[in-house]
């Protein structure tokens, strides 16, 4: 790469319209993110599995290895509302499912204070973290500096993605009351 950054340059990419039934005339860019959307969601999933697969920890699934990550995050203990809350998870029944198979894998404790209970992780658990920061590094975010260097581009289509969840959120409150 030769030190130069690389910018992605759109001009060279045709939409792809996965929905055409749902895209109007203004509409169909919202088709061609949502494609973007689905194939995105399913290649990180893929990706935090084998990831943590190569770290030495083969049997979790997306969500496990999102809940570990979140559990880990700053070193404080959380409840199960927090945890689903900055997941974006409603179905907190999902996410105990996961509680349970990282505690029974020695990854996460719990300690119950009061009526709540929280999760913090384990020694090992936070070893798994690291292994898993270990491949990443070498397996994805090496290969990511070499295209863009600053992040200034991820950085945007991480704006851009926030923006549209509030915007889907807000759609589909609108969406419940019809």
Known sequence: ?????????????????????????????????????????????????QCMAAAGYPDFSSLDVLV???VNHRNRRKRLSDICFVLHVEDQYTVNYSLKKLVKAGLVEREKRGKEMFYGTTKEGRSA??????????????????????????????????????????????????
């Not at 929905?19 to 969601?41: K, P, R, V």
């Open 1 to 49: 790469m030769g030190g130069k950054q690389q910018n992605l340059d759109l001009k060279h990419f045709s939409p792809i319209v996965s929905s055409e039934h749902l895209a109007s005339a203004g509409g169909w860019q919202m088709s061609e993110l949502e494609y973007g959307l689905i194939t995105a969601n399913n290649a990180f999933s893929r990706w935090i599995v």
């Open 68 to 70: 570990l990550h979140n």
């Open 129 to 178: 973290c690291e292994s898993y920061r270990d491949v990443r590094e070498r397996c994805l975010v090496s290969a990511f500096t070499s295209l863009d260097q600053e992040g200034l581009e991820v950085s945007r289509a991480a704006l851009i993605l926030r923006f549209m969840s509030g915007l889907y959120d807000q759609a589909a409150r609108a969406a419940s009351s019809l």
